[in-house]
T-cell receptor, first 110, second 114 residues
Framework: GEDVEQSLFLSVREGDSSVINCTYTDSSSTYLYWYKQEPGAGLQLLTYIFSNMDMKQDQRLTVLLNKKDKHLSLRIADTQTGDSAIYFCAESSNNNDMRFGAGTRLTVKP | DADVTQTPRNRITKTGKRIMLECSQTKGHDRMYWYRQDPGLGLRLIYYSFDVKDINKGEISDGYSVSRQAQAKFSLSLESAIPNQTALYFC?????????????FGPGTRLTVL
């Protein structure tokens, strides 16, 4: 089946930028998403990007999409301890069947 | 109040027991989903329902069954639980539209099968 892959762990210092990377295989993906999961909670949509865009910025978050390489990244500027969570990359195509990556656990050290 | 609720939040059961996990939503969404989360594997789709009369198998439906009792309720059953069904289970909802399909997740049910 189609895969979504991301590294499992990332550790940064408070105030630095975090970059979480994701690759996917489905060339028919129409939307790509970043979900955040805080401890003991379900996933919440953080941001998303339509496949015909290559960048989306929302305050401290920047999403970059390289459709040719099927590579998605999430950059968090000025990372704070409250950003510590698991970040899931996900993609969907026109049938809205969503596929998730394994999640990247971001640890922010003071 | 939470829009998507799951009961129970935690459950420990024994191999061979039948168990039901319940999900309720107040968002008025047509679509509901059941996922399981395992460390290093992310979320895997078990079953999904696009409306009350439409139930579909997901990636890993073996050993599970579901019931969509109403638009607001979607339950997941393990007919005979086994230890490798120990996982965190999430219910989610979404509403089809013209564009992206945001899913709204419940808080999760942690199931342990001994």
């Amino acid at each position: 089946g189609e895969d979504v892959e991301q590294s499992l762990f990332l550790s940064v210092r408070e105030g630095d930028s975090s970059v979480i990377n994701c690759t996917y295989t489905d060339s028919s993906s129409t939307y790509l998403y970043w979900y955040k999961q805080e401890p003991g909670a379900g996933l919440q949509l953080l941001t998303y990007i339509f496949s015909n865009m290559d960048m989306k910025q929302d305050q401290r978050l920047t999403v970059l999409l390289n459709k040719k390489d099927k590579h998605l990244s999430l950059r968090i500027a000025d990372t704070q301890t409250g950003d510590s969570a698991i970040y899931f990359c996900a993609e969907s195509s026109n049938n809205n069947d969503m596929r998730f990556g394994a999640g990247t656990r971001l640890t922010v050290k003071p | 109040d939470a829009d998507v609720t799951q009961t129970p939040r935690n459950r420990i059961t024994k191999t061979g027991k039948r168990i039901m996990l319940e999900c309720s939503q107040t968002k008025g969404h047509d679509r509901m989903y059941w996922y399981r989360q395992d460390p290093g594997l992310g979320l895997r789709l078990i079953y999904y329902s696009f409306d009350v009369k439409d139930i579909n198998k997901g990636e890993i439906s073996d050993g599970y069954s579901v019931s969509r009792q109403a638009q607001a309720k979607f339950s997941l059953s393990l007919e005979s639980a086994i230890p490798n069904q120990t996982a965190l289970y999430f219910c989610a909802t979404s509403q089809p539209g013209l564009g992206m399909d945001e899913q709204f997740f419940g808080p999760g049910t942690r199931l342990t099968v001994l």
